[in-house]
């Protein structure tokens, strides 16, 4: 059966380091990837979309990379700020649009 | 431009009772989600819709879960009776139909807790 893989274990990163998360996939082949990022009581937000031709995608302090063949996206945040601090969901969308989303990796950045 | 709006944002009831949700999606989206999200866990979908068609409901107990989207705006989801185990929150999502990939906005969600 399909299964996305996230750290469920918090990320604790110092301030000004860079963060990466990790997202694993198994019996799927998604059409794209996107990354959302969910603060307390609130719905998730979206950050990145990478489709499934290309090898990294960024945005201001962003990155993020899709390698197909490891089913593995990165997740970087570079020089890493307090208000980083979030859950951050990796989703996978299929050519039929349907998306599933991950459990979630918490980062917590240290001041 | 206004988010996705659902309300109530907090509900209580006793099992065994009914409860109905409603989201108001940003306007000119065609799609419309209704998510569940257990503590520690990501949204898993319930429905999909585009425009008032429930293109993927496969996911949805619907002994028990309903979901309609009227005119294709506003949609409400019920669930009738409740369980204890459908305590979770419930979140509602829209993007528009262009473009292959569909980056969702989603709503503050409605936290229900079933007594």
């Known amino acids: 059966s399909q299964k996305i893989e996230q750290n469920s274990e918090a990320l604790n990163i110092q301030e000004g380091k860079t963060a990466t998360l990790t997202c694993n996939y198994t019996?799927?082949?998604?059409?794209?990837l996107q990354w959302y990022r969910q603060d307390p009581g609130r719905g998730p937000v979206f950050l990145l979309l990478?489709?499934?031709?290309?090898k990294e995608k960024r945005k201001e302090r962003l990155k993020v990379t899709f390698d197909t063949t490891l089913k593995q996206s990165l997740f970087h945040i570079t020089a890493s700020q307090p208000a980083d601090s979030a859950t951050y969901l990796c989703?996978?969308?299929?050519?039929?649009?349907?998306?599933?989303f991950g459990i979630g990796t918490k980062l917590q950045v240290i001041p | 431009e206004a988010g996705v709006v659902q309300s109530p944002r907090y509900k209580i009831i006793e099992k065994k009772q009914p409860v109905a949700f409603w989201c108001n999606p940003i306007?000119?989206?065609?799609?419309l989600y209704w998510y569940l999200q257990n503590l520690g866990q990501g949204p898993e979908l319930l429905i999909r819709?585009?425009?008032?068609?429930?293109?993927?409901d496969s996911q949805l107990p619907k002994d028990r879960f309903s979901a309609e989207r009227l005119k294709g705006v506003d949609s409400t989801l019920k669930i009738q009776p409740a369980e204890l185990g459908d305590s979770a929150v419930y979140l509602c999502?829209?993007?528009?139909?262009?473009?292959?990939?569909?980056?969702?906005?989603f709503g503050p969600g409605t936290r229900l807790l079933v007594l």
């Open positions: 019996n799927y082949s998604p059409a794209y």
């Open positions: 989703a996978l969308g299929s050519v039929l649009q349907k998306v599933t």
């Open positions: 819709y585009e425009n008032e068609e429930a293109v993927d």
């Open positions: 999502a829209s993007s528009s139909s262009s473009g292959g990939a569909k980056t969702q906005y």
């Open positions: 306007s000119g989206h065609n799609t």
């Open positions: 990478i489709r499934e031709n290309e």
